[in-house]
């Protein structure tokens, strides 16, 4: 196998022998057919498209759920992965035969095979197929870019909403990663490209989320237990979320997120439910001993799952892209409803969670909330009571050099404002930073497709203030990432025109010296130092 999408990819270079992330090579390589099939599907779609047919919703649905599939720690269920092998290349073949300029598509979207070839084909097209280190390497960031592009479609489906143009690049996209006669160039601007998309992507998820549950407000969120046994809900996908608590009014069980759910409480659809009853626990990778003591089901709705202790592995579901083998999987596809009722009666039989911490947590500055508070945050940095925004948005992870960034946040000078999203800000949203003039130093806007938010808070802030240049804004930019999600939030960023972002803890393996250095010399990318070197880099000596 060789896997180097995320960036606990071993020794920062890449997975060999197995994933850090427990991945093993028969996965890996069902997932490289998966993607490789998926991109042959994209080839016919986008020629189809060029011959002037229109592509059914369902077949865009299964090229977004194919690649969320093969995120980072969604899906360890080889069978999972193989029965999505066999539905592609059977739509594939659907849809090969209504085109009529065969001869110019690639290999990839005619090629079929019967199961026992599966895995001698996929030791043929995985990541290393492609000779040189710039190609390759572009092509797989465009690749892990429109995997974060997937996901964030996906749950905008799931609320029945879609964008056709999204898809149809997304599909052009994945079938240019084919294409040979492509130059580095080319793949520089299909780069670029997918960034542009990946804003569009995120405010069709935002506008999602907001028709359906409302804009997010400033809330506090309970972190301790109740007394009722519960249901932890992980992952992004609110739609489940929204259908679990129905299925579990007067049922006399809890429900609570878990990591990415967090901002779900944000929401005021979700403040009817009285069962709703707060969060448990921390960011994804310290679920194992978090699972074991929530003592009730657990369910996935989309990856970030760690190989589960057997302790808790009977109470572990997942639902949608998320699967892992010998754990229940709960059935539904977009616009479908799904029955929970396998959890809620094993809840039931389950004592209440174990409480780990007692306390709130403030969140919900998505761009609408801060808006409103707008006049309070441009009084604040015109006074100079708040000297600089800082976008520490992203992931967390398991590698220890992630408590940079809980270091980072602790030697922020005391004018300084973090902007938050995504499970990153599990490293700082506890340690109490205080307020300036009554805007809390932790502005947790939501989850990491919220980046959209703080997108839009900064332009709001370069129109206010009159500027040209998003960069004039006193805001800097120090992201963590983990898989690739971050990947898609970071080249919309790099498609809005920031510049001189740092991300960490390290920088991706997938890009080569060269890329690397295309990023460095047009966009100002550069990773971390160390916490007092890094605030003195942005803050000037304190
Ligand atoms: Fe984190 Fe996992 Fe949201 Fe990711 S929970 S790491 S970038 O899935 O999606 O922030
Ligand atoms: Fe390794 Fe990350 Fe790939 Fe898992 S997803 S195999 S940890 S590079």
Known sequence: ???????????????????????????????????????????????????GREIPSDVNYLVTFNLFTTITNANFDKMAIVDRIHQTLTVKKEMFSLVEHTEKLPEAAGWTAAESEFEAKASQVGVLSTKDDDIRSLRELITYGLKGLSAYSKHANALMQEDGEIDAFLQRALAATLDDSLTVDDLISLTMETGKYGVGGMALLDKANTDAYGHPEITKVNIGVGERPGILVSGHDLRDLEMLLEQTQESGIDVYTHSEMLPAHYYPFFKKYSNFVGNYGNAWWKQAEEFERFRGPILMTTNCIVPPRDSYKDR???????????????AGGIGEKKDFSALIAHAKSCTPPDEIERGEIVGGFAHNQVMTLAGQVVEAVKSGAIKKFVVMAGCDGRAKNRSYYTEFAKALPKDAVILTAGCAKYKYNKLHLGEI????????????????????????LKEVFGLDDINDLPVVYNIAWYEQKAVIVLLAL?????????????????????????????????????????????????
């Not at 060999?16 to 093993?24: D, E, L, P, S």
């Not at 502005?443 to 938010?453: I, P």
């Not at 966009?523 to 942005?538: C, M, R, S, Y």
């Open 1 to 51: 196998m060789f896997c180097y999408q995320c960036q606990e990819t071993a020794g920062c270079t890449g997975c060999t022998q197995a994933g850090v992330c427990g991945k093993k090579p028969d996965v890996a390589a069902m997932q490289d057919l998966l993607v490789f099939v998926t991109k042959g599907l994209a080839a016919v779609t986008t020629q189809l498209r060029a011959e």
């Open 316 to 330: 572990l579901y997942t639902t949608g892209a998320a699967g892992y083998p010998g754990c229940k999987h709960i």
């Open 437 to 460: 003039g009554g805007i809390p130093r932790v502005l947790d806007a939501g989850q990491c497709n919220d980046s959209y938010s703080l997108a839009l808070i900064a332009l709001k």
């Open 494 to 542: 790099l498609y809005l025109g920031v510049k001189n972002i740092h991300l960490g803890p390290t920088l991706p393996a997938f890009l080569s010296p060269n890329v690397a250095n295309v990023l460095v010399k047009n966009f100002g990318i550069a990773g971390i130092g160390t916490v007092e070197d890094d605030i003195k880099l942005f803050f000037g000596e304190k």
